[in-house]
Protein backbone atom coordinates (compact mmCIF):
# COMPACT_ATOMS: atom_id res chain seq x y z
CA UNK A 1 0.00 0.00 0.00
CA UNK A 2 1.24 3.19 -0.91
CA UNK A 3 1.39 6.55 1.64
CA UNK A 4 -1.11 9.27 1.16
CA UNK A 5 -0.41 12.13 -0.59
CA UNK A 6 -0.22 15.32 1.75
CA UNK A 7 2.03 18.49 1.20
CA UNK A 8 4.76 18.45 2.42
CA UNK A 9 4.14 21.96 4.26
CA UNK A 10 1.92 25.02 4.35
CA UNK A 11 1.87 28.03 6.51
CA UNK A 12 0.04 30.95 7.49
CA UNK A 13 -0.94 33.92 9.51
CA UNK A 14 -2.35 34.07 12.71
CA UNK A 15 -6.54 34.30 12.19
CA UNK A 16 -6.03 33.16 8.97
CA UNK A 17 -7.33 29.68 7.52
CA UNK A 18 -5.42 27.22 6.11
CA UNK A 19 -6.15 23.51 4.51
CA UNK A 20 -3.95 20.53 4.08
CA UNK A 21 -4.88 17.61 1.41
CA UNK A 22 -4.87 14.46 1.40
CA UNK A 23 -4.72 12.57 -1.95
CA UNK A 24 -5.22 8.23 -1.75
CA UNK A 25 -7.17 6.01 -4.09
CA UNK A 26 -9.89 4.60 -4.65
CA UNK A 27 -9.09 1.58 -2.35
CA UNK A 28 -8.65 3.68 0.48
CA UNK A 29 -9.84 7.19 0.88
CA UNK A 30 -12.43 6.63 -2.37
CA UNK A 31 -14.19 4.09 -0.98
CA UNK A 32 -14.32 4.63 3.05
CA UNK A 33 -15.60 7.72 5.39
CA UNK A 34 -13.10 6.09 7.73
CA UNK A 35 -10.42 9.21 7.22
CA UNK A 36 -8.53 10.70 10.34
CA UNK A 37 -6.45 13.36 10.98
CA UNK A 38 -3.66 13.26 13.26
CA UNK A 39 -2.04 16.47 14.95
CA UNK A 40 1.94 15.98 16.26
CA UNK A 41 3.97 18.12 17.89
CA UNK A 42 7.89 18.09 18.11
CA UNK A 43 8.45 14.68 20.43
CA UNK A 44 5.16 13.88 21.27
CA UNK A 45 2.50 11.50 20.27
CA UNK A 46 0.06 12.16 17.34
CA UNK A 47 -3.12 13.67 18.90
CA UNK A 48 -6.69 12.57 16.91
CA UNK A 49 -8.40 15.68 15.74
CA UNK A 50 -10.71 14.64 12.99
CA UNK A 51 -12.25 11.11 12.41
CA UNK A 52 -14.61 9.60 9.84
CA UNK A 53 -13.92 12.27 7.54
CA UNK A 54 -15.48 15.05 9.53
CA UNK A 55 -16.06 14.54 13.53
CA UNK A 56 -14.38 15.81 16.20
CA UNK A 57 -13.40 14.18 19.38
CA UNK A 58 -14.41 16.01 22.57
CA UNK A 59 -11.99 18.76 23.72
CA UNK A 60 -11.12 19.58 20.59
CA UNK A 61 -11.44 23.31 19.00
CA UNK A 62 -13.72 23.62 16.44
CA UNK A 63 -11.66 25.76 14.13
CA UNK A 64 -10.24 22.42 13.59
CA UNK A 65 -12.85 20.63 10.25
CA UNK A 66 -12.64 17.87 7.81
CA UNK A 67 -14.22 17.26 4.37
CA UNK A 68 -13.78 14.64 1.69
CA UNK A 69 -14.56 14.86 -2.14
CA UNK A 70 -13.38 11.54 -4.10
CA UNK A 71 -10.46 10.23 -3.14
CA UNK A 72 -9.32 13.33 -1.26
CA UNK A 73 -9.46 14.34 2.23
CA UNK A 74 -9.13 17.64 3.47
CA UNK A 75 -8.70 19.65 6.72
CA UNK A 76 -8.87 23.00 7.71
CA UNK A 77 -7.84 25.49 10.73
CA UNK A 78 -9.79 28.58 10.66
CA UNK A 79 -8.44 31.43 13.29
CA UNK A 80 -4.73 30.56 13.16
CA UNK A 81 -3.23 30.14 16.00
CA UNK A 82 0.62 30.19 17.38
CA UNK A 83 0.00 26.78 18.84
CA UNK A 84 -1.22 24.88 15.78
CA UNK A 85 2.16 24.59 14.18
CA UNK A 86 2.68 21.01 14.33
CA UNK A 87 3.12 18.34 12.01
CA UNK A 88 -0.45 17.11 10.63
CA UNK A 89 -1.09 13.60 9.17
CA UNK A 90 -4.01 12.00 7.66
CA UNK A 91 -5.21 8.32 7.44
CA UNK A 92 -7.30 5.81 5.72
CA UNK A 93 -8.79 2.77 6.00
CA UNK A 94 -7.93 0.45 3.21
CA UNK A 95 -9.86 -2.85 1.45
CA UNK A 96 -6.90 -4.84 2.76
CA UNK A 97 -8.64 -3.86 6.25
CA UNK A 98 -5.86 -2.11 6.94
CA UNK A 99 -4.74 1.34 7.97
CA UNK A 100 -2.34 3.91 5.74
CA UNK A 101 -1.09 7.56 6.75
CA UNK A 102 0.20 10.23 4.59
CA UNK A 103 3.43 11.13 4.44
CA UNK A 104 2.31 14.33 6.88
CA UNK A 105 2.43 18.09 6.36
CA UNK A 106 4.31 20.74 8.47
CA UNK A 107 1.97 23.53 9.31
CA UNK A 108 3.83 26.94 9.54
CA UNK A 109 2.45 30.00 11.39
CA UNK A 110 4.03 32.77 10.31
CA UNK B 1 -9.29 6.80 31.10
CA UNK B 2 -7.35 4.57 29.16
CA UNK B 3 -4.16 4.84 29.04
CA UNK B 4 -1.11 2.87 27.35
CA UNK B 5 2.73 2.80 27.53
CA UNK B 6 5.27 1.06 25.63
CA UNK B 7 8.34 -1.16 27.03
CA UNK B 8 11.40 -3.27 25.72
CA UNK B 9 14.53 -3.08 24.67
CA UNK B 10 15.64 0.19 23.53
CA UNK B 11 18.91 -1.09 21.49
CA UNK B 12 18.34 -4.35 19.40
CA UNK B 13 21.14 -6.01 17.23
CA UNK B 14 20.74 -6.80 13.45
CA UNK B 15 19.24 -9.65 12.21
CA UNK B 16 17.39 -10.01 16.00
CA UNK B 17 14.15 -9.96 16.83
CA UNK B 18 12.64 -6.53 17.79
CA UNK B 19 10.07 -7.23 20.72
CA UNK B 20 7.83 -4.45 22.41
CA UNK B 21 5.27 -4.64 24.87
CA UNK B 22 2.22 -2.60 25.63
CA UNK B 23 0.68 -2.30 29.15
CA UNK B 24 -3.11 -1.10 29.18
CA UNK B 25 -4.40 0.82 32.17
CA UNK B 26 -7.62 2.42 33.56
CA UNK B 27 -9.61 -0.22 31.81
CA UNK B 28 -9.52 -3.93 30.61
CA UNK B 29 -7.96 -5.04 27.17
CA UNK B 30 -11.11 -7.55 26.39
CA UNK B 31 -13.91 -4.82 27.13
CA UNK B 32 -15.66 -2.56 24.09
CA UNK B 33 -14.96 -3.44 20.78
CA UNK B 34 -11.46 -1.97 20.32
CA UNK B 35 -8.64 -3.21 17.85
CA UNK B 36 -5.01 -2.57 19.56
CA UNK B 37 -2.15 -1.39 17.39
CA UNK B 38 1.20 -0.76 16.34
CA UNK B 39 2.67 2.20 14.62
CA UNK B 40 6.10 3.33 13.87
CA UNK B 41 8.01 6.61 13.49
CA UNK B 42 11.65 7.01 11.90
CA UNK B 43 13.44 10.09 12.97
CA UNK B 44 12.30 12.87 10.49
CA UNK B 45 10.07 10.73 9.04
CA UNK B 46 6.18 9.78 8.99
CA UNK B 47 3.95 7.48 10.46
CA UNK B 48 3.72 4.06 9.43
CA UNK B 49 1.26 1.66 10.54
CA UNK B 50 2.17 -1.53 11.47
CA UNK B 51 -0.41 -3.79 12.15
CA UNK B 52 -3.38 -4.91 14.99
CA UNK B 53 -5.00 -7.10 16.93
CA UNK B 54 -8.08 -7.81 18.32
CA UNK B 55 -8.82 -9.48 21.69
CA UNK B 56 -10.48 -12.37 19.64
CA UNK B 57 -6.78 -13.01 18.72
CA UNK B 58 -7.73 -11.93 14.76
CA UNK B 59 -4.49 -9.70 13.27
CA UNK B 60 -4.34 -7.36 10.17
CA UNK B 61 -0.77 -6.54 9.30
CA UNK B 62 1.10 -3.80 7.06
CA UNK B 63 1.76 -5.76 3.62
CA UNK B 64 5.56 -4.29 3.84
CA UNK B 65 5.73 -5.67 6.50
CA UNK B 66 3.70 -8.68 7.31
CA UNK B 67 6.28 -11.51 6.51
CA UNK B 68 8.25 -10.46 9.95
CA UNK B 69 5.69 -9.29 11.99
CA UNK B 70 3.64 -10.93 14.59
CA UNK B 71 1.11 -9.20 17.29
CA UNK B 72 0.00 -11.06 20.03
CA UNK B 73 -2.44 -10.28 23.14
CA UNK B 74 -2.08 -11.78 26.52
CA UNK B 75 -5.49 -10.74 28.27
CA UNK B 76 -4.43 -11.77 31.36
CA UNK B 77 -1.69 -9.29 31.74
CA UNK B 78 -3.87 -6.62 30.07
CA UNK B 79 -0.72 -6.25 27.59
CA UNK B 80 -0.29 -6.82 23.84
CA UNK B 81 3.14 -7.04 21.79
CA UNK B 82 5.18 -6.47 18.77
CA UNK B 83 7.62 -8.97 17.89
CA UNK B 84 9.62 -7.45 14.58
CA UNK B 85 12.05 -10.52 12.76
CA UNK B 86 15.13 -10.00 11.43
CA UNK B 87 15.77 -6.31 12.27
CA UNK B 88 17.79 -4.06 10.17
CA UNK B 89 18.23 -0.22 10.72
CA UNK B 90 15.51 0.89 8.61
CA UNK B 91 13.45 -0.52 11.31
CA UNK B 92 14.86 2.18 14.19
CA UNK B 93 11.98 3.78 15.16
CA UNK B 94 9.97 5.42 17.75
CA UNK B 95 7.17 2.58 18.27
CA UNK B 96 3.94 3.89 19.31
CA UNK B 97 0.81 1.80 20.59
CA UNK B 98 -2.70 2.53 20.16
CA UNK B 99 -6.14 1.27 20.57
CA UNK B 100 -8.22 1.41 17.62
CA UNK B 101 -11.88 1.96 17.51
CA UNK B 102 -13.68 -1.34 15.89
CA UNK B 103 -16.20 0.63 14.27
CA UNK B 104 -14.82 4.42 13.14
CA UNK B 105 -10.92 5.64 12.38
CA UNK B 106 -10.54 6.72 15.96
CA UNK B 107 -7.12 5.63 16.83
CA UNK B 108 -6.89 6.70 20.26
CA UNK B 109 -5.29 7.16 22.80
CA UNK B 110 -1.42 6.36 21.45
CA UNK B 111 1.12 5.56 23.91
CA UNK B 112 3.46 8.29 24.62
CA UNK B 113 6.34 6.30 22.21
CA UNK B 114 9.42 4.05 22.45
CA UNK B 115 12.82 4.66 20.68
CA UNK B 116 14.21 1.29 19.24
CA UNK B 117 17.50 1.43 17.86
CA UNK B 118 19.13 -1.41 15.78
CA UNK B 119 22.84 -1.20 15.56
CA UNK B 120 25.51 -3.81 16.25
Known amino acids: QSALTQPASVSGSPGQSITISCTGT?????????VSWYQQHPGKAPKLMIYDVSNRPSGVSNRFSGSKSGNTASLTISGLQAEDEADYYCSSHTSSSTWVFGGGTKLTVL | QVQLQESGPGLVKPSETLSLTCTVS??????????WGWIRQPAGEGLEWIGRIYTSGSTNYNPSLRSRVTISVDTSKNQFSLKLSSATAADTAVYYC????????????WGQGTLVTVSS
Open chain 1, 26 to 34: SSDIGSYNF
Open chain 2, 98 to 109: AREDYSSSVMDP
Open chain 2, 26 to 35: GGSISSGSFY
